[in-house]
């Protein structure tokens, strides 16, 4: 396995595209816009103008777009991914999208051939960019075992979830975790402020201990330094929790302080701030 087309070239998908190139992979690329990952054309990776053509030639195929309207798009418009990818390609979508296109994506493709693993990650901009995202995988196990290599370029905790649609049931339970870690944080550091207590202190304080977490660490001192800009946007994030509310209810689970967590950022994504980071919930609180 040489050549990597690679759709979706974005805060996420860019260090990731590196980290392959860095591991001696080919990166066949493809963007709406070329001018936006000119950085890494100059760095190796090989521009297309269509993603038919920068599929066709390659052993797998990765995928991480915004929303699952945009997985559909690439997987199953005329002359894209499904219609174009070489035969036998192992197609990797690592998008966080819904449980049930993961399982279509899979199904359609096992029928025209390919290996079809849905892989979203975890870990943020700083994931991809260190090469340590977690990766969170389903499908036919030896498809993924086979992709190992590619997953440990750019992951360094990777597990096998399950079936087809594994991996993304797998990412909505991450989230749903963020989702009240975060407002956890958030409620903290107002309720800490009102009562004059020294913020950075109190983080120095309490992060390594029972109240600890990888939001505290990564996302309270942006809060502090009014850094809102996205690791992560409110409007992907807004995307997944929708996901995992939809999930939970077929299976008749109401989940309380998801829907609540919901519900706050629909709000900031209201008032215009869907590009900000998820960190920007802290704007919610502050203005109450």
Do not use: W
């Not at 269509?50 to 030639?57: G, P, T, Y």
């Amino acid at each position: 396995m040489k050549k990597v087309g690679f759709i979706g070239v974005g805060i996420m998908g860019k260090s990731m595209v590196r980290n392959l190139m860095k591991a001696e992979f080919e990166l066949h690329i493809f963007s709406r816009t070329k001018e936006k990952v000119k950085d890494v054309i100059n760095e190796g990776a090989i521009f297309h103008d269509s993603i038919r053509d920068c599929v066709k030639d390659c052993d797998a195929v990765i995928t991480i777009v915004g929303y699952p309207k945009d997985v559909e798009e690439v997987y199953f418009n005329k002359n894209n991914i499904l219609d174009s990818a070489k035969p036998g390609a192992y197609l990797i979508d690592m998008t966080t999208s819904s449980p049930k296109l993961a399982d279509k994506i899979y199904r359609f493709g096992k029928e025209k051939g390919y290996r079809v693993l849905d892989a979203p990650v975890t870990g943020g901009d700083t994931g991809a960019k260190t090469g340590t995202l977690s990766i969170l995988a389903g499908g036919d196990i030896e498809d993924y075992e086979a992709c190992m290599p590619l997953f440990k370029a750019m992951g360094a905790n990777i597990n096998y979830q399950g079936k087809a649609g594994c991996g993304q049931h797998a990412k909505l339970a991450n989230q749903i975790i963020i989702a009240g870690t975060l407002s956890g944080v958030c409620e903290a550091l107002v309720y800490a402020a009102a009562k004059g207590l020294n913020l950075q202190t109190l983080i120095n304080s309490i992060s390594k201990g029972a109240a600890g977490s990888k939001q505290l660490d990564s996302l309270a001192p942006r809060i502090l330094a009014g850094d809102y800009a996205p690791g992560f946007f409110i409007k992907h994030f807004i995307k997944d929790m929708k996901l995992a509310v939809e999930e939970a209810e077929e299976c008749g689970l109401y989940l309380e302080i998801l829907n609540q967590v919901l519900t706050n950022y629909k709000m900031l994504e209201a008032e215009g701030y869907g590009d900000l980071g998820t960190q920007a919930l802290i704007k919610h609180y502050e203005k109450e």
